[in-house]
């Protein structure tokens, strides 16, 4: 009886809240991109489910951790800012692994895709379709987006071009 009574709580709480976005989430730009595999920008409860570690993985020289994919081929550098607790990231960086680094911090995936779907190797107008029209061009392979959230911080999105193909990602929040 009790468990039946702690689904019927569980579903109208649910439905309480089904359709409905935080007043955050819907002032948030079609761009907006917070995730990668999982790891929710400043949300040190999913990096250490999704890594499987509880213990500080930032590297305090740096002020990084570093992530290879399963194939050791696509590196995630997530950015701790001065004042974040511990594995809670504001930024993410996801490119090819050119130099071959071996970090201790691997996911097996076969690739870093972010909660938008956007993954190394997509071209201009893949990225153009999922996340709309730049705010700035620098020059014609870096695409710009950013805006001001209402917590007053900075998001910002840098997305870099190498022969047509998406070559490196960058988004979280800016340092204020």
Known sequence: MKTVLLLIVGVF???DNFGQSTN????????YDSTI???QLRDPASIERIMGITDNIVDNESERAEVINETGNQLLTMIFHPGDVVNQFSEYKVEYNKERKLPKLRINEKEFITGKGIRLG???EQLSETLGQPKDK????TWMYYYKQENGLLYFGSYYFQDGMLAEFWFGEEYP
């Open 24 to 31: 955050d989430d819907r002032h948030r730009p079609q761009f």
């Open 13 to 15: 709480l649910t439905l």
């Open 122 to 124: 997509i071209t201009k």
């Open 138 to 141: 620098k020059q014609e392979d």
């Open 37 to 39: 595999n999982g790891l």
